[in-house]
């Protein structure tokens, strides 16, 4: 079992920077692709964006791209969410997850991870 924790969401105007942490704890995210995604209320959750297990592939979606930038450190078995240019649009929790099937093909959909942490909320106020 994985335990995921995040940290670093907060509240923030728009155009300002965010950065979340995510840390794993009872067993190494070494070869796991990690993922970030979001919920807005009411909405369904989202991918946000994800790393392989060697960080040299990243993938995000399209309304982040340019904006976000997710990074892993395997010595720390941390993933990492820069949050830049925010935008109200921005604003849900943030939830880290790994996928531990070691698939080389990195996951988009929430399906594809089979942990999540508990969270951390992101508000944009404009």
């Known amino acids: 079992q994985v335990q995921l924790v995040e940290s670093g969401g907060g509240l923030v105007q728009a155009g300002g920077s965010l950065r979340l942490s995510c840390a794993a704890s009872?067993?190494?995210?070494?070869?796991?692709?990690m993922g970030w995604f979001r919920q807005a209320p009411g909405k369904e959750r989202e991918f946000v964006a994800a790393?392989?297990?060697?960080?040299?592939?990243?993938y995000y979606a399209d309304s982040v791209k340019g904006r976000f930038t997710i990074s892993r450190d395997n010595a720390k078995n941390s993933v990492y969410l820069q949050m830049n240019s925010l935008k109200p649009e921005d604003t849900a929790v943030y939830y880290c997850?790994?996928?531990?099937?070691?698939?080389?093909?990195?996951?988009?959909?929430?399906?594809?991870?089979?942990?999540w942490g508990q969270g951390t909320q992101v508000t944009v106020s404009s």
């Open positions: 790393v392989a297990w060697s960080s040299t592939k990243t």
């Open positions: 997850a790994a996928d531990s099937s070691l698939n080389v093909v990195v996951g988009l959909t929430a399906y594809e991870y089979d942990y």
């Open positions: 009872r067993r190494t995210i070494r070869g796991y692709t």
